[in-house]
């Protein structure tokens, strides 16, 4: 059984830097078959998959426009966790913010399991 | 980006109604269409992939359908542990959108 668990500070200031950190245990961050991925939740964006990274034979990240030039997502084989950085933030980035492992099947890629969510405040 | 939209965006339906949402894409999806149903304080849980796959562990009341830019999601037999938001969301290109949600909720 995959399970998924988020850390990391539920309060940043403007213009610093979100950081979050998810655990991953029964499955790894290198498999050839998962990718791994931050999407988050506000109530004026609704669901919003922000990027992952994933292996194969290398790393790969993919990042959503939106967010593209303050993102980065990195793995830790060494304990097998991700974690998301996001710069330059302002209140609008305020929103509970999930990990997940994404999955292809019959050629669709999706989320099959998630982390429990962490709400983020961008305040001073 | 490919936009999602859903409809009806809540609906008050009873224990033992069959529930039918909608999900249409601006553009052509194929088959990439995922279900999810999120409660309240909870991560959201996959429900059907590649549009009419029961995920692992799903009840079979749960079932998709659709191809192209429609697709929907109906629910048989609503269970009260049924009560909840569902979101579609596809995969055909990044940025993966999720749809805005139909809440569904007791009549």
């Known amino acids: 059984q995959v399970q998924l668990q988020q850390s990391g500070p539920g309060l940043v200031r403007p213009s610093q830097t979100l950081s979050l950190t998810c655990g991953i245990s029964?499955?790894?961050?290198?498999?050839?078959?998962?990718?791994w991925n931050w999407i988050r939740q506000s109530p004026s964006r609704g669901l919003e998959w922000l990027g992952r990274?994933?292996?194969?034979?290398?790393?790969?990240?993919d990042y959503a426009v939106s967010v593209k030039s303050r993102i980065t997502i990195n793995p830790d084989t060494s304990k097998n966790q991700f974690s998301l950085h996001l710069n330059s933030v302002t209140p609008e980035d305020t929103a509970v913010y999930f990990c997940?492992?994404?999955?292809?099947?019959?050629?669709?890629?999706?989320?099959?399991?998630w982390g429990q969510g962490t709400l983020v405040t961008v305040s001073s | 980006d490919i936009q999602m939209t859903q409809s009806p965006s809540s609906l008050s339906a009873s224990v033992g109604d069959s529930v039918t949402i909608t999900c249409r894409a601006s553009?052509?999806?194929?088959?990439?269409l995922s279900w999810y149903q999120q409660k309240p304080g909870k991560a959201p849980k996959l429900l059907i992939y590649?549009?009419?796959s029961l995920q692992s562990g799903v009840p079979s009341r749960f079932s998709g359908s659709g191809s192209g830019t429609d697709f929907t999601l109906t629910i048989s037999s609503l269970q009260p542990e049924d009560f909840a938001t569902y979101y579609c969301?596809?995969?055909?290109?990044?940025?993966?959108?999720f749809g805005p949600g139909t809440k569904v909720d007791i009549k």
């Open positions: 997940a492992r994404g999955r292809i099947d019959s050629g669709d890629y999706f989320f099959d399991y």
């Open positions: 029964g499955d790894s961050v290198s498999s050839n078959s998962a990718a």
């Open positions: 990274t994933y292996y194969r034979s290398q790393w790969f990240n």
């Open positions: 553009q052509t999806i194929v088959s990439f």
């Open positions: 590649a549009a009419s």
């Open positions: 969301q596809h995969s055909y290109s990044n940025p993966f959108p």
